[in-house]
């Protein structure tokens, strides 16, 4: 499913107007400095996740006060069933324990992903228990 152009353009627009934990992890994750490449605000299907590494099977999602668990569990089993490990983290742990969450994404994206039959993404061989 590709990315219609009112999407990307949107995917842009969070880009730009990123928040400041997501400017903060951002400094982190780019420039492969974890191992892997990570995209920000990438479209998967009809969401844009806020961090994204396909060759590790990695979504990171960063969540504020306007998120709630039973909404994003929904866009989580979605994620999922597409063979993505999601790590959710509270902008508040980004910005304030950040060396913590940095080693739980390490963790995450040192694990060995496994090609899916028909190349439809990847699948971690096993899983990561979070905190």
């Given at each position: 499913?590709h990315?219609?152009?009112?999407?990307?353009?949107?995917?842009?627009?969070?880009?730009?107007?990123?928040?400041?934990?997501?400017?903060?992890?951002?400094?982190?994750?780019?420039?492969?400095?974890?191992?892997?490449?990570?995209?920000?605000?990438?479209?998967?299907?009809?969401?844009?996740?806020?961090?994204?590494?396909?060759?590790?099977?990695?979504?990171?999602?960063?969540?504020?006060?306007?998120?709630?668990?039973?909404?994003?569990?929904?866009?989580?089993?979605?994620l999922?069933?597409r063979?993505?490990?999601?790590?959710?983290?509270?902008?508040?742990?980004?910005?304030?324990?950040?060396?913590?969450?940095?080693?739980?994404?390490?963790?995450?994206?040192?694990?060995?992903?496994?090609?899916?039959?028909?190349?439809?993404?990847?699948?971690?061989?096993?899983?990561?228990?979070?905190?």
């Open positions: 499913m990315a219609t152009p009112a999407k990307l353009q949107f995917a842009r627009h969070l880009r730009r107007e990123s928040t400041d934990a997501e400017r903060l992890l951002w400094f982190h994750l780019r420039d492969r400095r974890l191992g892997v490449k990570f995209r920000r605000q990438q479209p998967i299907g009809p969401f844009i996740v806020d961090f994204l590494s396909v060759e590790a099977a990695v979504i990171i999602e960063l969540d504020g006060s306007q998120h709630h668990e039973d909404v994003d569990a929904g866009r989580t089993g979605f999922e069933r063979g993505y490990r999601v790590l959710r983290f509270w902008n508040h742990d980004v910005l304030v324990h950040t060396e913590a969450v940095l080693e739980v994404i390490l963790a995450s994206v040192a694990l060995t992903p496994t090609p899916l039959p028909g190349g439809e993404g990847l699948k971690l061989k096993r899983a990561l228990k979070l905190r």
